[in-house]
Structures are given as C-alpha cells and as structure tokens.
C-alpha cells in the first residue's frame, strides 16, 4: 500500500507542474507579443517549482513578479533598457523627476517672488530711479559671472576657443538686451520685480544641480548645436504663447498690469484702479473718508496671486523643459561623428558632495550662462511689449513678435548653453 500512494502523489506532482509549465508558457507568449523585449518576464523563474498548496503557489508567483518589477525599476532608473522603448522610457522618466519637479516647483516660486516684489514695491512707492537701479542690478550679475568665469579660465590654461566664443555670444547678447532695457522708456525700471525673481530662479536652479547634477552621452558638435537651438527656440515659442493665452495673471507683470501697453500716467493709473478696486468692492463697506493714496494702497493690497495661473506657468516651462533636454540630445547625437551606442542617455540621477573646483565651475560658467540667458529673456520681452505696444497693432500681434524675438534670442544663445563648459584640462593644456 504504501508504495501505491507513493506511485500516485508522484504521478500528481507531475502533472501538476505540467499543467503549471503549459499556463506558464502560455502566458509568456503573451507577453512577448504584447511587450518590448527589455519588458519580458523571464518566467523561467517559474519553470521546475514545486508546489505544496494554491497558497504558496500564489505566494511564489506574487513574489517573482515584483523581483521582475523590481528589476525593470531598477533599469529604468539607471537607464539600462537596450531597446529604444525602455531607453526613452527611462530618459523621460529620469528627466521628469529630476529637471520636471525642480523646474516646476522653481517656476512657480519664482513666480510668486516677483508678485510679491512687485507688490512690496508699488506699496512702498518706490520711486522710477530705486526701480531701474534693482533693475540694472539683476541684469548685470549674470555679465560679471560670464566675465569673472573667462577671466578664471584664462588663468588656470582652461581656455579655448570653443569656451571663450560660448562667453563672447553670450556676454554681446547680455549687452545689446541692456541697452533695449534702457533705450525703452520704462522698461528698466519694470525690471525692478521680474529681473530679482528670474535671478533667483537662476541661482536656485544651479545650487540644486550643484549637487543632483545632470548630463548625457553626448558632446557638443556645430551642427548638433543649430539643431538643439532650433528645437529649443520652437518649444520656447510654444510654452510662452501657451502661457500667453492660459496664464496671463501670473508674476510680476500680473502685479504690475503693464504687459502689453504702455504705462499710463499716475492720474489715469490711480483713476484705473481705483475703478476696477471700486467694483471688485462695492459690497465691502469702507472709510468714505480715506485719502487717494490710501485707497491706491489698499488696492495694491488687496491683490491675491492667481496660483491656478502660476501652476500652469510651472508646468508649461517645466514641461518644455523635459522635452527639450530629450530633443536636444537626440538631435546632438544625430550630428555627432562617433555617436554613443545604445542611442541618446541621460545620465540617472545622483547625488553628490561637490569640490570646490566643481562649485567654482557651477558658479562662473553653468550658472554665468544660464543667468546671463535669464536676464536676457526679461529684457527682451519686457523692452519689446512696451515698444511694441505704442505701435498701432493688436495685443495679439504684440505677444506674437515678442516671442518669436525670444525665440531668436534662444537660437542666438545656444552656443553659449553647449559650449561654455567645454574646457581644455590643465594637463592637456599644458
């Protein structure tokens, strides 16, 4: 009897694992119909195990496939996908997480900065000339990075010409975008709250990259870098007209109401507002006996930012961002004379203790150039829409032109971006 029962359970065992192989091999065929190679389980795991209940069964199976998702986070987040599904999968991933958040959150503080620079300043009554200094001020300090980096080049023999052309473009720029700034009435002093914020935006942008840096496979070519600008000065267009018509009430132009037509006279400006306050108002009881100015104060006060219009700003420039790092690098590699194989990377996302070489670099050429650009774009838009907006043409030409010229400007300054950390080592150099 004994050696009868042990006959069957064998012969039971047997057929079960059969009857789990054939469901098992059916269900990897699925898959590799369904899915990309690097997403195929390997379910060989499953093949050859033995069963001593439905409980550990489903136990074992629940366990295989989360190693199996384990396993494809893993990849997905050092970028190690071979085919080209799970490589953009993991750039997109890699480049949400870490330049999509931090664009995002930066955009929307750098927004509500200047909203509230620019409400401190109207509450205070700042005068044109304490306006135009903050604003000359903000305008500078990218320059002087750009100037304090070449000349630290120069003196550690890290200088070429790829680098001291990326600084020249971008420092000509920087000059020719402060000169508008001035020539237009009121356009330097309406830097005052947009200029601090983009500053801040700027600088808070590099000390995050500082220590989670970001990079990819590829170099810097001539034809990679027309490439990337164009692309770039086309997603620029797109997120600023965007924002344009979804989110106008945002940032310090938002506080300032002088985007798109030129500045009225502080009669018409306070008649203005006091109106538009009196009517948001009129079921609010109030002090008949409050001055012009008081009343004026109050409006200003009462002012809230819109963050619904913030947030769109953030996503917008966060998404242009993301897409615009995956762009451009595919285009770079395209023009690239010995491309990385494997296709375009982005580096996965690290963190680090930066030296003091690491920070100085940061410091006097990423965010040079990146602060530099910055200030550029609130100089551009901000000198065109109130030149423009003198013009007898609609409000909507007026934004059109004023970002196709940020759009050039970006295609100008792309150099500037590829170049400007492309230094000769001191021991080559040498």
């Given at each position: 009897m004994k050696g009868v029962e042990e006959a069957l359970k064998t012969i039971i065992t047997e057929r079960e694992d059969q009857a789990d192989l054939r469901a098992y091999t059916?269900?990897?065929?699925?898959?590799?119909?369904?899915?990309?190679?690097?997403?195929?389980?390997?379910?060989?795991?499953?093949?050859?195990?033995?069963?001593?209940?439905d409980s550990d069964t489903f136990i074992q199976r629940a366990l295989?496939?989360?190693t199996w998702i384990s396993d494809c986070l893993g990849k997905l987040a050092r970028n190690e996908f071979e085919g080209d599904l799970g490589r953009w999968a993991s750039n997109l991933t890699i480049s949400g997480l870490r330049s999509g958040l931090v664009t995002f959150a930066l955009t929307v503080i750098r927004q509500l900065v200047g909203f509230l620079q620019e409400k401190a300043l109207q509450s205070n009554a700042a005068s044109p000339l304490t306006r135009s200094v903050l604003g000359g001020i903000a305008q500078c300090i990218g320059p002087l990075l750009n100037i304090l980096g070449a000349i630290?080049?120069?003196?550690?023999?890290?200088?070429?010409?790829?680098?001291?052309?990326?600084?020249?473009?971008?420092?000509?720029?920087?000059?020719?975008?402060?000169?508008?700034?001035?020539?237009?009435?009121?356009?330097?002093?309406?830097?005052?709250s947009s200029?601090?914020?983009?500053?801040?935006?700027?600088?808070?942008?590099?000390?995050?990259?500082?220590?989670?840096?970001t990079g990819d496979?590829?170099?810097?070519?001539?034809?990679?870098?027309?490439?990337?600008?164009?692309?770039?000065?086309?997603?620029?267009?797109?997120?600023?007209t965007a924002m344009n018509y979804t989110a106008p009430h945002s940032g310090a132009g938002y506080a300032m109401a002088a985007g798109n037509k030129p500045p009225p006279s502080e009669t018409e400006g306070l008649a203005f507002?006091?109106?538009?306050?009196?009517?948001?108002?009129?079921?609010t009881p109030h002090d008949p006996n409050l001055s012009a100015e008081a009343?004026?104060?109050?409006?200003?006060?009462?002012?809230?930012?819109?963050?619904?219009?913030?947030?769109?700003?953030?996503?917008?420039?966060?998404?242009?961002?993301?897409?615009?790092?995956?762009?451009?690098?595919?285009?770079?590699?395209?023009?690239?004379?010995?491309?990385p194989e494997g296709g375009f990377r982005i580096d996965p996302i690290s963190v680090r203790i930066p030296t003091?070489?690491?920070?100085?670099?940061?410091?006097?050429?990423?965010?040079?150039?990146?602060?530099?650009?910055?200030?550029?774009?609130?100089?551009v838009v901000t000198s065109a829409s109130l030149y423009f907006s003198t013009l007898p043409i609609s409000k909507e030409i007026v934004d059109h032109i004023v970002n196709a010229l940020v759009a050039a400007v970006v295609f100008a300054l792309r150099p500037g971006t590829a170049y400007v950390n492309a230094r000769t080592t001191p021991a080559a150099n040498a």
């Open positions: 059916a269900f990897r065929e699925i898959l590799k119909e369904a899915y990309d190679e690097d997403f195929v389980i390997d379910m060989g795991m499953f093949e050859g195990s033995k069963h001593s209940s295989t496939i989360l630290r080049d120069e003196c550690n023999g890290t200088a070429n010409a790829e680098t001291r052309l990326a600084r020249f473009i971008t420092l000509t720029i920087s000059a020719l975008a402060l000169a508008a700034a001035i020539a237009v009435p009121s356009a330097l002093p309406a830097l005052a200029g601090p914020a983009m500053l801040f935006y700027t600088f808070a942008q590099d000390l995050v990259s500082l220590f989670c840096p496979n590829t170099k810097p070519n001539p034809s990679g870098t027309a490439a990337a600008g164009t692309l770039n000065a086309m997603l620029q267009f797109l997120t600023f507002q006091l109106s538009a306050w009196m009517e948001q108002q009129a079921n009343r004026a104060e109050q409006i200003v006060e009462s002012l809230k930012p819109v963050l619904e219009d913030d947030f769109k700003r953030g996503g917008f420039n966060a998404g242009a961002d993301v897409f615009g790092q995956i762009f451009m690098g595919e285009a770079m590699r395209a023009f690239q004379k010995d491309p003091a070489e690491q920070a100085a670099n940061q410091l006097l050429s990423t965010n040079a150039i990146r602060t530099s650009i910055g200030q550029i774009i609130m100089a």
